[in-house]
């Protein structure tokens, strides 16, 4: 069985700081992973992904995550955090060559202050 | 623009009553999902489905029912025997994969319908 642990369920940073999100797996086989951001009121958009090749990777409004099997996880980074990074923010697993449904972490909200 | 669309947006359902939420999706995706959110769990599957007329239950599905008679529709039937309803609901869909990497593909979400008791 997969889960996925998302440590802090609220993070607060400062306007411009470095944003860190951590996402922690487990599973029995190399997973596929995925970032999702929601707003308030509204559905999941997709951040970005990790499936193969590349283990740092690029996503959108200047968020970036790096895959490290040795250490299980999968951290959500942003150098310079913004207002409207506000949000609550989802990491989710599945494994890799499955079409199964994805398994979500609890969420982490974060707090942008001025 | 392709999309999920689910509706209404916000829903209302007294002791009793069944209530059904709508969910379409005009990208042509094989599979599709019902989420539901409460504050602090994450995202809990209900039910799925990945081909027209074949759905599976997820991981809540005790109050729940759904139907996939087409491929752009999923509607999610809450019940009455579903005894604490008042939830965001979720709808997803996604492709199988592109290439040869089966499941590498996100899915994709509705803005949601947030359901409540009266």
């Known amino acids: 069985a997969q889960s996925v642990t998302q440590l802090g369920s609220h993070v607060s940073v400062s306007e411009g700081a470095l944003v860190l999100l951590r996402c922690n797996y487990s599973?029995?086989?190399?997973?596929?992973l995925f970032w999702y951001v929601q707003y308030p009121n509204q559905g999941l958009q997709l951040l970005l992904k990790?499936?193969?090749?590349?283990?740092l990777v690029k996503g959108i409004n200047g968020f970036e995550a790096e895959f490290k099997k040795s250490e299980t996880s999968f951290h959500l980074t942003k150098p310079s955090a913004h207002m409207s990074d506000a949000a609550e923010y989802f990491c989710?697993?599945?494994?890799?060559?499955?079409?199964?449904?994805?398994?979500f972490g609890s969420g982490t909200q974060l707090t942008v202050l001025p | 623009d392709g999309g999920i669309t689910q509706s209404p947006k916000y829903l209302f359902r007294k002791e009793g009553q069944n209530v059904t939420l709508s969910c379409e999706q005009n990208?042509?995706?094989?599979?599709m999902y019902w989420y539901r959110q409460d504050p602090g769990q994450g995202l809990r599957l209900i039910y799925y489905s990945q081909i027209v007329n074949d759905f599976q239950k997820g991981d809540i599905a005790e109050g729940y029912s759904v139907s996939r008679e087409k491929k752009e529709s999923f509607p999610l039937t809450v019940t009455s025997a579903q005894k604490n309803p008042t939830a965001f609901y979720l709808c997803a869909s996604s492709p199988p994969r592109t290439g040869t990497l089966l499941g590498n593909q996100p899915q994709h979400f509705g803005d949601g319908t947030r359901l409540s008791i009266l």
């Open positions: 989710a697993v599945r494994p890799s060559g499955s079409a199964r449904q994805l398994t």
């Open positions: 599973s029995s086989v190399p997973p596929y």
């Open positions: 990790y499936t193969t090749g590349a283990t």
């Open positions: 990208l042509n995706h094989d599979a």
